[in-house]
T-cell receptor
Framework: DTAVSQTPKYLVTQMGNDKSIKCEQN?????MYWYKQDSKKFLKIMFS???????INETVPNRFSPKSPDKAHLNLHINSLELGDSAVYFC????????????????FGEGSRLTVL | QKEVEQDPGPLSVPEGAIVSLNCTYS??????FMWYRQYSRKGPELLMY????GNKEDGRFTAQVDKSSKYISLFIRDSQPSDSATYLC?????????FGAGTRLTVKP
């Protein structure tokens, strides 16, 4: 069973379109994240949700809107796609660090590679 | 200045070499220090973690944290071609995880 699964794995679309990426985790974690990884492999956090509530919202254009219907799901919707949005988007989940002595290790999905033409 | 600095490489070594990877950071609130390994077209996976300062060894891998210098290291002994991947340092306080840029390592047979 895949712990963190995200769909689609690959997405090729035209500038100006709207697209969504879905993420689900079956690890019972209370915190979920979206990260963007650019071509130089730099992983940058975009959003974090804890029990369906937004707790981290980095400086991201408001064309990006996360939605968490329940604590096992965190979706990412992107409006009016631009060339610079091309990247790999990773969903991740964790317990918060410190809970039950945990490290708050992040478990990542396999990534969704978005190409905007 | 970025919160976490890591030389992106690339780093190429022969099989059997000792590899040293490192990161520096600026936020003294970080308490958990991790190394993630990312194979091509895969998500990062946790390799090692250390809480606060000290050393931790796991097989061929040793992680070191020096909080006074805000410096962390990962050593790989007897490196293997299967170690070829991107290694990302990561650190967090209670809520916030920050990653380094990742170092791309190639171990040549």
């Amino acid at each position: 069973d895949t712990a963190v699964s995200q769909t689609p794995k690959y997405l090729v679309t035209q500038m100006g379109n709207d697209k969504s990426i879905k993420c689900e985790q079956n690890l019972g974690h209370d915190t979920m994240y979206w990260y963007k990884q650019d071509s130089k492999k730099f992983l940058k956090i975009m959003f974090s949700y804890n029990n369906k509530e937004l707790i981290i919202n980095e400086t991201v254009p408001n064309r990006f809107s996360p939605k968490s219907p329940d604590k096992a799901h965190l979706n990412l919707h992107i409006n009016s796609l631009e060339l610079g949005d091309s990247a790999v988007y990773f969903c991740a989940s964790s317990h918060l660090a410190g809970l039950a002595g945990g490290t708050g290790e992040l478990f990542f999905g396999e990534g969704s590679r978005l190409t905007v033409l | 200045q970025k919160e976490v600095e890591q030389d992106p490489g690339p780093l190429s070594v022969p099989e059997g070499a000792i590899v040293s990877l490192n990161c520096t950071y600026s936020n003294s609130a970080f308490q958990y220090f991790m190394w993630y390994r990312q194979y091509s077209r895969k998500g990062p996976e946790l390799l090692m973690y250390t809480y606060s300062s000290g050393n931790k060894e796991d097989g061929r891998f040793t992680a070191q944290v020096d909080k006074s210098s805000k410096y962390i290291s990962l050593f790989i002994r007897d490196s293997q071609p299967s170690d070829s991947a991107t290694y990302l340092c990561a650190m967090r306080d209670n809520n916030d995880m920050r990653f380094g840029a990742g170092t791309r390592l190639t171990v040549k047979p």
